[in-house]
């Protein structure tokens, strides 16, 4: 049995397409291209990579990167037991072995002397060397890499390199319209569409205070909270509060200017 029967996505994950971004990925992993998917948090990046994996048939691993995550977190280490050692494949390496699609979410947020052990996966050669074993891994015919990150939160000590970037292929997302998120909502929660529309509503006035007060505008993923909370039978308003203003400021006049928003939007 395959060491990442595991990881294999079995059911179809929900994935309402924006575009022809399905088809372009696809085309990608034909390819074997490695592609780096850019977007606000909460759009649906990593539900589209798992619908991606899944339509491919391949299995899909998924690490989430950090700023203490090591490159032998990636790629694997020696273990001390009672025997001896044992070497591990991290998950990197268990991927480019077997042939799985390896997803690094948030990359920016792993150090830059980490994320460099992904560069030789990423062009002709397609291996990865194993320093501290003396191996060197070929990438089974199958395997692709994919990573992500939220250009929102680009700075001088948050970016990916440019020796990084140009390695990749890229898909940009952006939140939904309103017509296909009121949608995504329904669909994901089970609540009505007036309901998941009004929710929509109070989102996409949220966003506009992007650079205005907020960092980040209400994500998908929370309109999908709120919307969860609904169907529990919590009120609109106080969902609307639970999940859509207090996650993203403690700002006193921020949080005030939401309420005023979602008593014009929810009359």
């Known amino acids: ?44 990046k990593s539900r589209f990579i798992e619908y ?45 072995r077997h042939g799985a699609i390896c997803y690094l979410d948030e990359i920016v947020e792993a150090r830059q002397d980490t994320t460099v052990v992904i560069h ?19 990438a089974h015919p199958d395997f692709q890499l994919v990573i992500s990150y939220n250009p929102g939160y680009q700075s001088l000590m ?19 319209t309103a017509a296909l998120e009121a949608q995504i909502v329904v669909r994901e929660t089970g609540i009505g569409s007036d309901q998941a529309g009004a929710l929509v509503q109070v989102a996409a006035a949220a966003r506009r205070l992007k650079g205005h007060g907020l960092d980040e505008g209400v994500s998908t993923r929370l309109i999908v909270y709120a919307g969860n909370l609904v169907r ?11 999940a859509m203003v207090r996650p993203i400021t403690d700002d006193a006049e921020i949080r005030e200017t939401l309420e005023h928003t979602i008593d014009a939007v929810l009359v």
Do not use: H
Not at 11 to 27: K, M, W
């Open 120 to 138: 030789p996966l990423t062009d002709y050669r397609r291996t990865l060397p194993l320093d501290k074993k003396g191996e060197l891994v070929r």
């Open 232 to 242: 529990q039978g919590v009120a609109l308003r106080d969902a609307c509060r639970m």
């Open 52 to 96: 991606a994996a899944w339509k491919l048939g391949r299995p899909l691993v998924t690490v989430a990167c950090n700023e203490d995550m090591t490159a032998a977190d990636l790629v694997g280490r020696f273990l001390l037991e009672p025997g001896g050692t044992r070497w591990q494949d991290g998950p990197l390496t268990m991927a480019a």
């Open 158 to 176: 948050k970016d990916l390199k440019t020796s990084t970037r140009q390695r990749f292929v890229a898909l940009d997302f952006d939140y939904p």
């Open 1 to 44: 049995m395959s060491s990442l029967d595991d990881w294999r996505i079995t059911e179809e994950p929900y994935y309402a397409p924006q575009a022809d971004e399905v088809a372009l990925f696809v085309a990608a992993y034909a390819a074997r291209l490695p592609v780096m998917v850019k977007g606000p948090t909460g759009c649906g």
